[in-house]
């Protein structure tokens, strides 16, 4: 392997903010925050979502809208429709 040329592997506070969960995950990030976490200080990076509160892992069902994209477009647009009749 040569040297110089890979990046330097360490351990990595991760905290899904969401679920309030925190992942310690060996990884190439160098963030600039950093945090204690059981004792020692870790480099730290927030997310806004992980396995930890994604519906897909976690079962929860999310619906953004009950009605389709065509429904949306006609009440939106509908004002047109009337104008040309």
């Known amino acids: 392997m040569k040297q110089e040329i890979h990046p330097d592997y360490q351990q990595v506070l991760f905290h899904d903010t969401n679920a309030d969960t925190y992942f310690l995950i060996g990884s190439t990030l160098k963030p600039s925050q950093s945090k204690e976490y059981q004792g020692q200080v870790y480099p730290y990076v ?29 009440r ?10």
């Not at 897909?56 to 477009?73: D, K, P």
């Open 46 to 74: 927030t997310l806004d979502i992980s396995s930890a509160s994604h519906p897909f892992y976690t079962g929860e069902v999310r619906q953004a809208s009950n009605e389709g994209r065509v429904a949306n477009f006609n």
């Open 76 to 85: 939106k647009f509908a004002r047109f429709a009337k104008k040309k009749a």
